[in-house]
Protein backbone atom coordinates (compact mmCIF):
# COMPACT_ATOMS: atom_id res chain seq x y z
CA UNK A 1 0.00 0.00 0.00
CA UNK A 2 1.31 3.08 -0.74
CA UNK A 3 1.39 6.45 1.15
CA UNK A 4 -1.23 8.29 -0.97
CA UNK A 5 -3.64 5.60 -0.68
CA UNK A 6 -3.62 5.58 3.40
CA UNK A 7 -2.37 9.41 4.06
CA UNK A 8 -3.68 10.60 7.92
CA UNK A 9 -5.28 13.65 6.61
CA UNK A 10 -8.30 15.25 9.34
CA UNK A 11 -11.80 16.18 7.96
CA UNK A 12 -10.04 19.77 9.03
CA UNK A 13 -8.42 19.70 6.39
CA UNK A 14 -9.31 21.75 3.40
CA UNK A 15 -9.00 19.11 0.64
CA UNK A 16 -11.32 16.90 2.37
CA UNK A 17 -13.67 19.86 2.98
CA UNK A 18 -13.81 20.42 -0.85
CA UNK A 19 -14.28 16.47 -1.62
CA UNK A 20 -17.09 16.88 0.54
CA UNK A 21 -18.58 20.40 -1.44
CA UNK A 22 -22.30 20.86 -2.86
CA UNK A 23 -21.70 23.33 -5.37
CA UNK A 24 -21.78 21.70 -8.42
CA UNK A 25 -18.18 22.93 -10.29
CA UNK A 26 -20.71 22.93 -13.47
CA UNK A 27 -22.60 25.72 -12.15
CA UNK A 28 -19.93 27.06 -10.12
CA UNK A 29 -17.06 28.52 -11.16
CA UNK A 30 -14.88 28.99 -8.13
CA UNK A 31 -15.37 25.75 -7.41
CA UNK A 32 -14.23 24.70 -10.85
CA UNK A 33 -11.54 25.96 -10.58
CA UNK A 34 -10.33 24.99 -7.19
CA UNK A 35 -11.34 20.95 -8.55
CA UNK A 36 -8.13 21.74 -11.21
CA UNK A 37 -5.98 21.86 -8.79
CA UNK A 38 -6.98 19.23 -6.60
CA UNK A 39 -5.51 15.62 -6.64
CA UNK A 40 -8.01 12.90 -7.72
CA UNK A 41 -8.30 9.94 -5.09
CA UNK A 42 -6.88 6.54 -5.64
CA UNK A 43 -8.38 4.24 -6.99
CA UNK A 44 -9.42 0.58 -5.00
CA UNK A 45 -6.29 -1.24 -5.68
CA UNK A 46 -7.21 -4.39 -3.44
CA UNK A 47 -10.19 -7.09 -4.31
CA UNK A 48 -10.34 -7.95 0.20
CA UNK A 49 -9.74 -6.60 3.48
CA UNK A 50 -9.18 -8.60 6.14
CA UNK A 51 -7.59 -9.36 9.31
CA UNK A 52 -4.36 -11.89 9.90
CA UNK A 53 -2.87 -12.37 13.34
CA UNK A 54 0.62 -11.91 14.09
CA UNK A 55 3.54 -12.05 16.38
CA UNK A 56 2.94 -7.77 16.99
CA UNK A 57 -0.83 -7.89 16.70
CA UNK A 58 -3.59 -8.33 14.81
CA UNK A 59 -2.56 -7.37 11.30
CA UNK A 60 -4.51 -4.98 8.66
CA UNK A 61 -3.82 -6.95 4.97
CA UNK A 62 -5.39 -5.92 1.86
CA UNK A 63 -5.52 -9.08 -0.92
CA UNK A 64 -3.59 -10.52 2.13
CA UNK A 65 -0.74 -8.50 2.29
CA UNK A 66 0.17 -6.35 5.17
CA UNK A 67 -1.10 -2.75 5.00
CA UNK A 68 1.24 0.01 5.79
CA UNK A 69 0.70 3.60 7.67
CA UNK A 70 1.68 6.71 5.77
CA UNK A 71 4.67 6.62 8.19
CA UNK A 72 5.56 3.10 6.88
CA UNK A 73 4.67 0.83 9.61
CA UNK A 74 3.06 -1.73 9.57
CA UNK A 75 -1.01 -1.54 10.64
CA UNK A 76 -0.89 -4.10 13.87
CA UNK A 77 -2.71 -3.21 16.69
CA UNK A 78 -3.68 -5.15 20.01
CA UNK A 79 -7.34 -5.88 19.64
CA UNK A 80 -8.68 -7.84 16.94
CA UNK A 81 -11.69 -6.02 17.06
CA UNK A 82 -9.97 -2.78 15.93
CA UNK A 83 -8.37 -4.75 13.05
CA UNK A 84 -11.96 -5.65 12.43
CA UNK A 85 -13.23 -2.33 12.42
CA UNK A 86 -10.85 -1.09 10.29
CA UNK A 87 -11.01 -3.74 8.18
CA UNK A 88 -14.39 -3.02 7.37
CA UNK A 89 -13.59 0.88 6.53
CA UNK A 90 -11.57 -0.40 3.84
CA UNK A 91 -13.87 -3.19 2.93
CA UNK A 92 -16.68 -0.50 2.63
CA UNK A 93 -14.23 2.02 -0.21
CA UNK A 94 -15.68 1.11 -3.72
CA UNK A 95 -14.07 2.22 -6.45
CA UNK A 96 -11.64 4.86 -5.04
CA UNK A 97 -10.29 5.17 -2.01
CA UNK A 98 -11.61 8.24 -0.01
CA UNK A 99 -9.61 9.12 3.83
CA UNK A 100 -13.17 11.02 4.88
CA UNK A 101 -14.94 7.93 4.71
CA UNK A 102 -11.87 5.96 7.07
CA UNK A 103 -12.29 8.38 10.51
CA UNK A 104 -11.07 5.18 12.32
CA UNK A 105 -8.19 4.52 10.15
CA UNK A 106 -6.74 7.59 9.88
CA UNK A 107 -6.83 7.74 13.91
CA UNK A 108 -5.02 4.24 14.02
CA UNK A 109 -2.26 5.92 11.53
CA UNK A 110 -2.05 8.57 13.41
CA UNK A 111 -1.68 6.52 16.80
CA UNK A 112 0.92 4.56 15.12
CA UNK A 113 2.79 7.05 13.76
CA UNK A 114 2.88 9.88 15.75
CA UNK A 115 1.51 8.80 19.61
CA UNK A 116 3.10 6.07 20.40
CA UNK A 117 6.49 8.00 20.34
CA UNK A 118 4.97 11.18 21.30
CA UNK A 119 2.98 9.88 24.56
CA UNK A 120 4.20 12.30 26.88
CA UNK A 121 3.32 15.34 24.41
CA UNK A 122 -0.08 14.30 23.26
CA UNK A 123 -0.87 13.45 26.97
CA UNK A 124 0.00 16.76 27.97
CA UNK A 125 -1.69 18.51 24.92
CA UNK A 126 -4.97 16.46 26.64
CA UNK A 127 -4.83 17.53 29.76
CA UNK A 128 -3.62 21.34 29.12
CA UNK A 129 -7.91 21.71 27.80
CA UNK A 130 -8.57 21.39 31.60
CA UNK A 131 -7.63 24.55 32.42
CA UNK A 132 -9.97 26.03 30.11
CA UNK A 133 -12.68 23.76 29.59
CA UNK A 134 -15.40 23.88 27.78
CA UNK A 135 -17.66 23.17 30.70
CA UNK A 136 -16.82 26.11 33.05
CA UNK A 137 -17.19 29.11 30.44
CA UNK A 138 -21.10 29.44 30.60
CA UNK A 139 -23.31 32.21 29.22
CA UNK A 140 -25.28 34.67 31.41
CA UNK A 141 -28.53 34.66 29.27
CA UNK A 142 -31.10 34.04 27.62
CA UNK A 143 -32.43 31.80 30.20
CA UNK A 144 -32.80 28.80 27.73
CA UNK A 145 -29.47 28.72 26.86
CA UNK A 146 -28.51 28.97 30.88
CA UNK A 147 -30.75 26.79 31.48
CA UNK A 148 -29.42 24.33 28.62
CA UNK A 149 -25.71 24.23 29.42
CA UNK A 150 -26.81 23.24 33.13
CA UNK A 151 -28.17 20.52 32.53
CA UNK A 152 -25.70 19.07 30.03
CA UNK A 153 -22.63 20.41 31.88
CA UNK A 154 -23.00 20.05 35.49
CA UNK A 155 -23.67 16.62 35.77
CA UNK A 156 -20.16 15.88 34.37
CA UNK A 157 -18.59 18.68 36.73
CA UNK A 158 -20.51 16.61 40.02
CA UNK A 159 -19.12 13.30 37.86
CA UNK A 160 -15.48 14.86 37.81
CA UNK A 161 -15.73 15.98 41.64
CA UNK A 162 -16.78 12.43 42.97
CA UNK A 163 -15.12 10.53 40.61
CA UNK A 164 -11.28 12.17 39.41
CA UNK A 165 -11.25 14.63 42.55
CA UNK A 166 -11.35 17.70 40.45
CA UNK A 167 -13.11 20.16 41.60
CA UNK A 168 -14.00 23.13 38.73
CA UNK A 169 -14.58 27.02 38.93
CA UNK A 170 -17.40 28.25 36.62
CA UNK A 171 -17.16 31.81 34.73
CA UNK A 172 -19.63 33.58 33.25
CA UNK A 173 -18.73 34.50 29.45
CA UNK A 174 -14.90 34.20 28.04
CA UNK A 175 -13.58 35.59 31.14
CA UNK A 176 -10.57 33.62 32.00
CA UNK A 177 -11.00 31.69 35.40
CA UNK A 178 -7.88 29.68 37.13
CA UNK A 179 -8.83 26.21 38.17
CA UNK A 180 -7.42 24.61 40.78
CA UNK A 181 -4.08 23.49 41.06
CA UNK A 182 -4.83 20.32 42.19
CA UNK A 183 -8.04 19.35 40.04
CA UNK A 184 -5.07 20.26 37.08
CA UNK A 185 -3.35 17.57 38.56
CA UNK A 186 -6.00 15.42 38.92
CA UNK A 187 -7.17 15.45 35.23
CA UNK A 188 -3.38 15.11 34.01
CA UNK A 189 -3.33 11.38 36.37
CA UNK A 190 -6.56 10.67 34.79
CA UNK A 191 -4.51 11.01 31.34
CA UNK A 192 -1.97 10.09 32.27
CA UNK A 193 -3.53 6.31 33.63
CA UNK A 194 -4.87 5.81 29.64
CA UNK A 195 -2.03 3.32 29.04
CA UNK A 196 -2.88 2.46 25.07
CA UNK A 197 -1.44 4.53 22.70
CA UNK A 198 -4.55 3.80 20.47
CA UNK A 199 -6.98 4.86 23.28
CA UNK A 200 -5.10 8.20 24.13
CA UNK A 201 -5.44 9.06 20.33
CA UNK A 202 -8.74 8.59 20.78
CA UNK A 203 -9.11 10.83 24.29
CA UNK A 204 -7.05 13.58 22.27
CA UNK A 205 -9.38 13.71 19.21
CA UNK A 206 -12.42 13.89 21.20
CA UNK A 207 -10.88 16.54 23.50
CA UNK A 208 -9.86 18.70 20.39
CA UNK A 209 -13.33 18.56 18.76
CA UNK A 210 -15.58 19.26 21.92
CA UNK A 211 -13.13 21.51 23.82
CA UNK A 212 -13.47 19.58 26.33
CA UNK A 213 -10.87 16.52 27.99
CA UNK A 214 -13.44 16.11 31.10
CA UNK A 215 -16.29 15.07 28.32
CA UNK A 216 -13.44 12.77 26.85
CA UNK A 217 -12.81 11.77 29.46
CA UNK A 218 -16.34 10.72 31.33
CA UNK A 219 -16.47 8.91 27.16
CA UNK A 220 -13.74 6.87 28.12
CA UNK A 221 -14.79 6.15 32.11
CA UNK A 222 -18.42 4.87 30.66
CA UNK A 223 -20.13 7.74 32.25
CA UNK A 224 -21.41 9.51 28.96
CA UNK A 225 -21.86 7.43 25.93
CA UNK A 226 -20.90 9.20 22.61
CA UNK A 227 -23.80 10.10 21.70
CA UNK A 228 -24.31 11.94 24.98
CA UNK A 229 -21.09 13.83 25.00
CA UNK A 230 -21.46 15.23 21.75
CA UNK A 231 -24.84 16.05 22.65
CA UNK A 232 -23.28 18.26 25.38
CA UNK A 233 -20.46 19.38 23.42
CA UNK A 234 -22.97 21.08 20.88
CA UNK A 235 -25.32 23.03 23.58
CA UNK A 236 -24.56 26.32 22.15
CA UNK A 237 -24.55 25.17 18.15
CA UNK A 238 -27.65 23.93 19.28
CA UNK A 239 -29.81 26.62 20.69
CA UNK A 240 -28.15 29.21 17.90
CA UNK A 241 -29.86 26.88 15.38
CA UNK A 242 -32.88 26.96 17.20
CA UNK A 243 -32.72 30.72 17.41
CA UNK A 244 -31.22 32.02 13.84
CA UNK A 245 -31.96 28.53 11.78
CA UNK A 246 -29.69 26.30 10.58
CA UNK A 247 -26.54 26.91 7.83
CA UNK A 248 -25.94 24.32 5.41
CA UNK A 249 -22.56 24.80 5.11
CA UNK A 250 -22.05 24.88 9.44
CA UNK A 251 -23.78 21.71 9.45
CA UNK A 252 -21.82 19.81 6.40
CA UNK A 253 -18.65 20.84 8.95
CA UNK A 254 -20.02 19.58 12.14
CA UNK A 255 -21.42 16.18 10.33
CA UNK A 256 -17.96 15.61 9.97
CA UNK A 257 -16.53 16.19 12.87
CA UNK A 258 -19.02 14.39 14.40
CA UNK A 259 -17.90 11.31 12.64
CA UNK A 260 -14.20 11.90 13.59
CA UNK A 261 -15.88 11.67 17.48
CA UNK A 262 -17.69 8.91 16.83
CA UNK A 263 -14.81 7.24 15.49
CA UNK A 264 -12.36 7.98 18.56
CA UNK A 265 -15.01 6.67 21.03
CA UNK A 266 -15.17 4.10 19.16
CA UNK A 267 -11.38 3.24 19.56
CA UNK A 268 -11.47 4.45 23.21
CA UNK A 269 -14.33 1.57 23.77
CA UNK A 270 -11.93 -0.78 22.22
CA UNK A 271 -9.13 -0.12 23.38
CA UNK A 272 -9.30 1.72 26.89
Same mark, same amino acid.
Given at each position: ?30 ? =? !? /?? +? $???? #??? %????? @???? &? ?71 ? =? !? /?? +? $???? #??? %????? @???? &? ?92 ? &? ?31
Amino acid at each position: MTDDTSRDDSPRDGTLRDWLGQPDPDVDPLR =A !A /RQ +A $GKPA #LPK %RFYAE @AGVA &AAEDGHRLVLDGRPARTPGRRLIAVPQAAVAEALAEEWGAQETVIDPARMPLTRLVNTALDGVAERREAVAED =A !A /RY +A $GSDL #LVY %RAGDP @ARLV &ASQAAAWDPVLDWARTDLGARFMLSEGVMHVAQPEESLRAVRQAVDAVGSPLALAGLHVMTTLTGSVLLALAVLRGRLTAEEAWAAAQVDETFQ &ASVWGRDEEAEARRALRREEFMAAAKLVALTA
